[in-house]
T-cell receptor
Framework: ETGVTQTPRHLVMGMTNKKSLKCEQH?????MYWYKQSAKKPLELMFV???????ENNSVPSRFSPECPNSSHLFLHLHTLQPEDSALYLC?????????????FGPGTRLLVL | AQSVTQPDIHITVSEGASLELRCNYS??????LFWYVQSPGQGLQLLLK??????LVQGIKGFEAEFKRSQSSFNLRKPSVHWSDAAEYFC????????FGTGTRLQVFP
């Protein structure tokens, strides 16, 4: 599946580092999402962008900063993270944000914060 | 509040056996329901979805699911499991956002 790509696939960072996760979708979609997947917890929606505008911030700490320069690209900038932020971060896209839309997921970035 | 429950955390079946993964949802209106599969180290792949109409929906890889409004359920089934089906399976309901269950890990023995 190459519709949604994410880089890097794995990332190890210290608590004082700054890093960025990148997501790119090749499906011509208008909406993009960031999710956090932690062990033994349901996927947590973090951010939603529709036509480059942020439409949802699910009470995410400010150490996570999203950026959506265009409908095909989505970034998640990371700064001063905590060990509990270690997780799989999944990007998804869909044509729109209505309830009938199907979201297509990337392979994820496995993040480890030391 | 909307929610999705997958009662079985871990299921083990023999290859060739039938499979049913349970999913119950809580939502007042007509739900839009999805099943996704996640192989180790991978993202989520859509197996099938239900929006309306026929309550038995067919998906990829030989999977099907049946929507039962009276039971608030959307169970996933496969008549004969293959070793390659070993993965984690997520049920989800889309209201104004996609809400996932905690997943069921499927292990397949040869």
């Amino acid at each position: 599946e190459t519709g949604v790509t994410q880089t890097p696939r794995h990332l190890v960072m210290g608590m004082t580092n700054k890093k960025s996760l990148k997501c790119e979708q090749h499906l011509g979609h208008n909406a993009m999402y960031w999710y956090k997947q932690s062990a033994k917890k349901p996927l947590e929606l973090m951010f939603v962008y529709n036509f480059k505008e942020q439409t949802e911030n699910n009470s995410v700490p400010s150490r996570f900063s999203p950026e959506c320069p265009n409908s095909s690209h989505l970034f998640l900038h990371l700064h001063t993270l905590q060990p509990e932020d270690s997780a799989l971060y999944l990007c998804a896209s869909s044509q729109g944000t209505s309830s009938v839309e199907t979201q297509y997921f990337g392979p994820g970035t496995r993040l480890l914060v030391l | 509040a909307q929610s999705v429950t997958q009662p079985d955390i871990h299921i083990t079946v023999s290859e060739g056996a039938s499979l049913e993964l349970r999913c119950n949802y809580s939502y007042g209106a007509t739900p839009y329901l999805f099943w996704y599969v996640q192989s180790p180290g991978q993202g989520l792949q859509l197996l099938l979805k239900y929006f309306s109409g026929d309550t038995l929906v067919q998906g990829i890889k030989g999977f099907e699911a049946e929507f039962k409004r009276s039971q608030s359920s959307f169970n996933l089934r496969k008549p004969s499991v293959h070793w390659s089906d070993a993965a984690e399976y997520f049920c989800a309901v889309n209201t104004d956002k996609l809400i996932f269950g905690t997943g069921t890990r499927l292990q397949v023995f040869p």
